[in-house]
């Protein structure tokens, strides 16, 4: 009884172990890569954050890295002269937008591989997926899709350019991304690829979770939670700074 | 220093914040306006979301008008009844306004007309004071109060549902306040001020209630209409950021310390010319933003 339920047991566990053995692509073993930080806090005093990945590959071949945060629906305003005066007129609605977008390659990209391969992997802001909503043809949504970008970029949350991956030897690389202050809170994704020859060989995903903490987060969801609490708080907040500038005041 | 502001998702700079709420304390000590008509620009200017620039102002000056009244309150010199009368309009104006704020964000164009009335009410206003203090200045001495009371219109006089208002002095329609109770919510809900700079004219003019009863009547007025629309703005649209509007605050109280000792040394109609002065510039420079143009014509918000 005993022995036969070991069997059964061991069994088990071989196959779980081959199973675990058969899932990973390729692509695993081949290339591993670890994160100065899991998650990033937003305290009161935050003013921005270096964010380093590390990472070690087994096989030849270049390395890109992107940095993807949390998508939102974003519309971008076209303004245009009424009557002498600047105003938004036409606009465009995307959807599924990055809300920041950054990315690292270990050599410019037109030499690592082709546009396809960039593309189905959004390496690169000309192969971001922006989707636009409604019915405008490629030739209308492009210069909004461009304006996106710029705007973006202008706003610091857009790469300008690739950051430069360094290699300390064949085999270990490594990366340095400044977060800036306004950096959205969210998910963000971060995927390695290793490529070879053109052709994708390994690839990695991990995450990284950038939020509110301590009293600041406290405030946020205090405000979102309870709205008509907050709000009472607001104005009694305001009402006892009255009270007391107006001691302050009448001192002198 | 920078400080991460909670509501706003993003990191502004202290001092200046701290330097703007001095400004604008300042200039209400001097001159006894509420000064939100620079703050508002000034936070859309530093990049702050104009949603949240108008319902953190709309916070602020609670503190602002409520230590105001205080002052005016150990004097008698604020109309209850008639305050709220006008809220009674405010009520319904500053709903309106939240609802007009949310239509115009929808469709793009809060910031052009934010500008637009920004021109308008400040160069009206600013022409007008610089013309008034100019002329006193030059005559050289204090101008009587002009008596063209515009309460006496047959308009005025056919309106119903007149009442007594025992502490000032006045037997007249309900309608009259209230109407001017819902340009002063319009106002609050819609580019963050107080709105004092026209209220009180109107309540001298329109109203023709005792001069030494418009201040604090009128500061009485814009507290419980920006206690109200602070809540609006809270529940409705979540654009009260408690961290700055402290800010704002602190910096008002020192701001205005200083103001009020400045005002004693300066002659009211030097005071004004500065005043009006100060008001063209800051429309004169919104013109130029709507005139002149973007930089980028293209421009990419968060839905």
């Not at chain 2, 637009?116 to 009410?121: D, G, R, S, T």
């Not at chain 2, 101008?143 to 549902?161: C, I, N, R, V």
């Not at chain 2, 109280?253 to 000792?261: D, L, S």
């Amino acid at each position: 009884m005993m022995r036969r339920l070991f069997h059964i047991s061991l069994c088990a566990l071989f196959a779980f172990a081959a199973l675990l053995s058969a899932k990973p692509s390729m692509a695993d073993d081949v290339l591993a890569v670890d994160l100065s930080d899991r998650s990033i806090n937003i305290t009161t005093g935050f003013n921005g954050a270096r964010l380093s990945i590390h990472g070690v590959k087994m096989l030849p071949g270049d390395v890109a890295l992107t940095l993807t945060g949390p998508e939102r629906r974003m519309v971008v305003r076209r303004k245009d002269k009424v009557f002498g005066m600047w105003m938004n007129r036409e606009s465009m609605t995307f959807r599924n937008i990055p809300a920041y977008y950054d990315f690292a390659t270990s050599r410019p990209l037109q030499n690592i591989t082709d546009r396809a391969v960039l593309e189905e992997n959004t390496i690169g802001l000309d192969f971001l997926n922006l989707e636009a909503l409604g019915r405008a043809s490629p030739q209308d949504v492009e210069p909004y899709r461009e304006a996106l970008i710029r705007n973006k970029q202008v706003a610091g949350l857009y790469a300008l350019e690739p950051e430069t991956i360094g290699f300390i030897n064949n085999q270990f690389f490594r990366v340095d991304f400044d977060l800036p202050p306004n950096v959205p809170s969210g998910e963000y994704k971060i995927e390695t690829y290793l490529i070879n020859e053109g052709v994708v060989v390994g690839r990695h995903q991990s995450t990284l979770r950038i939020g509110q903490v301590g009293a600041s987060a406290s405030i946020y969801k205090f405000a979102n939670q309870n709205e008509i609490f907050y709000g009472f708080a607001a104005v009694l907040l305001a009402l006892m700074s009255g009270i007391i500038g107006y001691y302050i005041m009448r001192r002198d | 220093m920078q400080i991460y502001l909670p509501i706003a998702e993003m990191t502004v700079p202290v001092e200046s914040i701290l330097a703007l709420g001095v400004a604008v304390g300042f200039l209400s000590g001097v001159f006894g306006v509420g000064g939100g008509f620079l703050t508002t620009p000034f936070l859309i200017f530093f990049g702050i979301p104009p949603a949240i620039a108008v319902g953190t102002q709309a916070n602020q000056l609670i503190a602002a008008s409520f230590s105001g009244i205080l002052g005016h309150l150990k004097r008698g010199n604020v109309d209850f009844k008639l305050g709220a009368v006008m809220f009674g309009g405010s009520l319904v104006g500053s709903v309106l306004g939240i609802l007009i704020f949310r239509l115009l964000q929808h469709t793009g164009q809060i910031d052009f007309v934010i500008s637009a009335l920004y021109i308008v009410l400040l160069g009206a206003m600013g022409l007008m004071m610089l013309y008034e203090s100019l002329r006193a200045v030059l005559k050289n001495k204090i101008e009587d109060g002009e008596t063209s009371k515009l309460q006496h219109h047959p308009f005025f006089l056919a309106l119903p549902y007149k009442i007594r208002f025992m502490r000032s002095r006045l037997y007249i329609s309900a309608l009259i306040p209230a109407g001017i109770g819902l340009v002063g919510g319009l106002l609050v809900a819609i580019m963050g001020i107080g709105g004092g700079f026209i209220l009180v004219p109107l309540m001298i003019y329109v109203l023709g209630m005792p001069t030494l009863l418009v201040a604090g009547t009128s500061l009485f007025h814009i507290m419980l209409t920006s206690i109200f629309t602070t809540l609006l703005h809270a529940i409705a649209n979540n654009t009260v950021d408690i961290v700055l509007a402290f800010m704002l605050i602190i910096g008002g109280v020192v701001g205005a310390q200083i103001g009020t000792r400045a005002a004693r040394k300066i002659r009211g109609a030097y005071a004004r010319v500065l005043l009006s002065a100060l008001l063209l510039l800051v429309c004169c420079f919104l013109m130029g933003e709507l005139f002149i143009g973007p930089l980028d014509i293209y421009h990419t918000e968060v839905r």
